[in-house]
């Protein structure tokens, strides 16, 4: 008896807003990924159980899927194997769109930002099985005004690039003039 193995890729995205103080405003996301069962809202049932116990300062503390697209994929399997290349992915990008993301978006629908990030591989449930890409936005960025931060992505390159993954989420407010940070977390992590 054989076995069928269904390898894929996963992402979500953990979101942190701190005022000029370091102190949290707003953390959206979760680092550990959801039990398979989801409530009617679509959110982890399991996490809706955690959210009486969480500090005020968690909020949406769910699961928050994202879109490996398709050119992402491609890049990968030219990351992968010998006689193929590629750039690796290192930044990541903010943006204002609402567009909902699809596997064949090569872009964010409105980038403000993007930067290099850190990176680092950690472990969801085979040892290395997940990359963490890191960065912190501010105004120390060039950014300024207000803003209402909806979409995040990965890319390869400081500009242009090829697009990984990208994810749109419920607008985070924030005032760069008054010193807010935004801090995004994006996890991929290879799973069957």
């Known amino acids: 008896m054989s076995t069928?193995?269904?390898?894929?890729i996963e992402g979500w995205v953990e979101i942190i807003v701190r005022d000029k103080n370091g102190n949290i405003k707003l953390h959206v996301g979760s680092k550990q990924p959801p039990a398979s069962k989801e409530c009617e809202d679509g959110h982890n049932c399991d996490i809706h159980t955690m959210l009486s116990s969480m500090p005020a300062k968690f909020q949406d503390f769910y699961w928050r899927k994202n879109i490996i697209t398709n050119v992402g994929l491609a890049a990968i399997i030219r990351l992968v194997f010998s006689g193929l290349t590629e750039t690796k992915f290192g930044y990541l990008a903010i943006g204002t769109g609402t567009a909902s993301e699809?596997?064949?978006?090569?872009?964010?629908?409105?980038?403000?930002?993007?930067?290099?990030?850190?990176i680092s591989q950690t472990t969801t449930t085979v040892t290395g099985d997940t990359a963490l890409c890191e960065a912190t936005f501010s105004s120390t960025d060039t950014l300024s005004?207000?803003?209402?931060?909806?979409?995040?992505?990965?890319?390869?390159?400081?500009?242009?690039?090829?697009?990984?993954?990208?994810?749109?989420?419920?607008?985070?407010?924030?005032n760069w003039d008054a010193g807010d940070t935004l801090t995004i977390r994006y996890y991929v992590q290879m799973t069957r």
């Open 145 to 174: 005004g207000t803003m209402n931060i909806t979409e995040a992505g990965i890319f390869n390159a400081s500009s242009g690039g090829i697009l990984l993954a990208r994810k749109v989420f419920s607008a985070i407010p924030i």
């Open 4 to 8: 069928k193995e269904e390898p894929k």
């Open 102 to 118: 699809s596997a064949t978006d090569t872009a964010l629908d409105n980038e403000v930002k993007r930067k290099a990030a850190t």
